[in-house]
């Protein structure tokens, strides 16, 4: 199983990034998608996660600003993000698990860095 995450780069304050995420060798609109970041001497945290039926959730502090959304046909989930501020910076994963499965598989992870 590969998770390979692309879009990442340097942005202004304010400035927007789309980041992909392609999946390999899963069924994968039986899993549900997710993305993660973990800032520099901080936890890694859940920005974002859709389910096989299209229902999301956002993690508060990217509410109205971020946008998850899945491609079943191409394997490939997406993560809109507006409106962008330095707190956004961090290297983002994408994660895949499927409901009611222990396991998990994630993607190496894009580095996002919004300056001010």
């Known amino acids: 199983v590969q998770l390979q995450a692309s879009g990442g780069g340097l942005v202004q304050a304010g400035g927007s990034l789309r980041l992909s995420c392609t999946a390999s060798d899963i069924v994968f609109s039986a899993h549900i998608m997710s993305w993660y970041r973990q800032a520099p001497g901080k936890q890694r945290e859940l920005v974002a996660a859709?389910?096989?039926?299209?229902?999301?959730n956002y993690a508060d502090s990217v509410k109205g600003r971020f946008t998850i959304s899945r491609d079943n046909a191409n394997n490939t989930v997406y993560l809109e993000m507006n409106s962008l501020k330095p707190a956004d910076t961090a290297v983002y994963y994408c994660k895949a698990q499927r409901r009611g499965f222990a396991r998990a598989y994630w993607g190496r992870g894009t580095l996002v860095t919004v300056s001010s």
């Open positions: 859709i389910t096989s039926a299209s229902n999301k």
